[in-house]
C-alpha cells in the first residue's frame, strides 16, 4: 500500500481538502464536491471541455496509482456500460472497471467513494444507494456508492416513488419523472432538473447529480477534519 501523506492544514486558508474526481466525464460528482466545499480535480481518458473544474486528461486507474495518495478524498465512477440495463440487452463489449478500480483506490490509503448504476450493484460492497426523490429532484436515478479507506455515509430517507416515470427516450409529460438515460428527449429540462447546465445530452446521461455529491462531500469534509484533530 502506498503511504500517504498526512492530510494538510494551512492556518491561513479556508480548510479545504484535495479531492480527486475519477472517470469525471463533465463533472456532476466533481461540482457537488466542489460546492461541498473541497478542491476538485477530474481525470478521464477522454477530452472534457464541459468539466468545469481542473481537468487531466489520462488513464483514470493509472492516475490512482500514481497521484492518488497525493489527494485528501477521492470519488471514482468507473464507466457503467458493462452493467446498464441497454447494454444486458445488446451484449457487454465494454470493460468491467470496478475491480480494478477498487484495487487501485485501497492501495492509496485514502478515504474513497465508488460509484456505479443499479446493475452492478451486486459487485459493490455494502453500497449506500442515493435516489433524486431524497432530494427533491423530479428524477428517481438510483446509484449505488461502496466506501472504502475507513469513510461511511448515511443517506437521507428515501421517499415512496409516487411519481409515474415517463418511457424511455421520450418527452416527459407534466406530473412525470425523467429518467434522461440513453438518447433520451429534452435537454434543457433535464439540465435543470437534474442541475447540470452546462452539459449536453453525452454528460447528462453518464452523470450523477451534483446534490448526490455534495451529499457525500459534507460528510467527508467531517471525517477528514476528524483526522486532523486525531493527528494534531
Known sequence: MTQPAPVRRDPARPFRPRLLDAFCCQGGAGMGYHLAGFEVTGVDKDAQSRYPLSFHQGDAIAFIREFGAAFDFIHASPPCQYDSDCQRIRG??????????????????????????????????????????????????????????????????????????????????????????????????????????????DGIRECIPPVYARHIGRTALAHLRTELEVAA
Open 92 to 201: 457487454r463489449a465494454h470493460p468491467d472497471l470496478i475491480g480494478p478500480t477498487r484495487e487501485a483506490l485501497e492501495a492509496t490509503g485514502r478515504p474513497w467513494v465508488m460509484e456505479n448504476v443499479r446493475g452492478a450493484a451486486a459487485k459493490l460492497r455494502n453500497p449506500v444507494m442515493l435516489c433524486g426523490a431524497m432530494f427533491g429532484l423530479e428524477t428517481y436515478r438510483h446509484r449505488y456508492f461502496e466506501t472504502g479507506g475507513g469513510f461511511t455515509f448515511t443517506p437521507p430517507p428515501h421517499p415512496p416513488h409516487t411519481a409515474p416515470q415517463a418511457k424511455m427516450g421520450r418527452p416527459v409529460p407534466p406530473g412525470h419523472y425523467g429518467q434522461y438515460i440513453g438518447n433520451f428527449s429534452g435537454v434543457p429540462l433535464a439540465r435543470q432538473v437534474m442541475g447540470v447546465p452546462w452539459m449536453n445530452r
